[in-house]
């Protein structure tokens, strides 16, 4: 079992920055890809950015060159920084993470947090 603890989330205006973090705990060994989920109000949930252990990362096409996903293995966390926010930004945000398993893998999601890109 992994648990996963998210912050960073608020209230920002178009154009400004925000960073997500989001710790691992548990079972952490066995995690090979970590990333970012959305979720706006009557929409369905849609992956932002994803990263595997050795640091591929992939990114929905709407946020490319202004979020940015890291992780630290070490610890384990997964980082977003989100730079020139935009009111589409606006979203529930949830961290995931992928583990291993004899047969197939397990996905694991964190409770989210709010964006809300607003002037």
């Known amino acids: 079992q992994v648990q996963l603890a998210e912050s960073g989330g608020g209230l920002v205006q178009p154009g400004e920055s925000l960073r997500l973090s989001c710790a691992a705990s548990g079972t952490t060994l066995s995690i090979i890809n970590m990333g970012w989920y959305r979720q706006a109000p009557g929409k369905e949930r849609e992956l932002v950015a994803s990263i595997t252990r050795d640091d591929v990362t992939n990114y929905q096409d709407s946020v490319k060159g202004r979020f940015t996903i890291s992780r630290d293995n070490d610890r384990p966390t997964v980082n977003l920084q989100m730079n020139s926010l935009k009111p589409e930004d606006t979203a529930r945000y949830y961290c995931?993470?992928?583990?291993?398993?004899?047969?197939?893998?397990?996905?694991?999601w964190g409770q989210g947090t709010q964006v809300t890109v607003s002037s």
């Open positions: 995931w993470v992928q583990t291993t398993r004899t047969f197939g893998y397990n996905d694991y």
